[in-house]
């Protein structure tokens, strides 16, 4: 059995930075893409960044140029470096682990960044 492992949440003053860090136990498929996604209060949850297996990223324009997804494929861990954080940028992060026929989702980290 699969699980994800979060961790690298915090509070942080605007136009500082963050490093979460997800760990997938278990035997997971060559196959694979490792995400995170945000929830705002009030709002629905967002993608925020994907990477493949073979190191393929897309970013959400809200944090294109500011985040970066990364990925250690010998430790099943994928990391989001958070660079600029802005007050919007406030949210509980999940992420997100695609096999075939499977998604997991981590049970979240919380970012709040202050004014």
């Known amino acids: 059995q699969v699980h994800l492992v979060e961790s690298g949440g915090g509070l942080v003053q605007a136009g500082g930075s963050l490093r979460l860090s997800c760990a997938a136990s278990?035997?997971?498929?060559?196959?694979?893409?490792m995400g995170w996604h945000r929830q705002a209060p009030g709002k629905q949850r967002e993608r925020v960044a994907f990477i493949t297996r073979n190191g393929r990223t897309d970013y959400a324009d809200s944090v294109k140029g500011r985040f970066t997804i990364s990925r250690d494929n010998a430790k099943n861990t994928a990391y989001l470096q958070m660079n600029s954080l802005k007050p919007e940028d406030t949210a509980v992060y999940y992420c997100?682990?695609?096999?075939?026929?499977?998604?997991?989702w981590g049970q979240g980290t919380l970012v709040t960044v202050s004014s």
């Open positions: 997100n682990l695609v096999l075939p026929g499977l998604e997991l």
């Open positions: 278990g035997s997971i498929s060559s196959l694979n893409v």
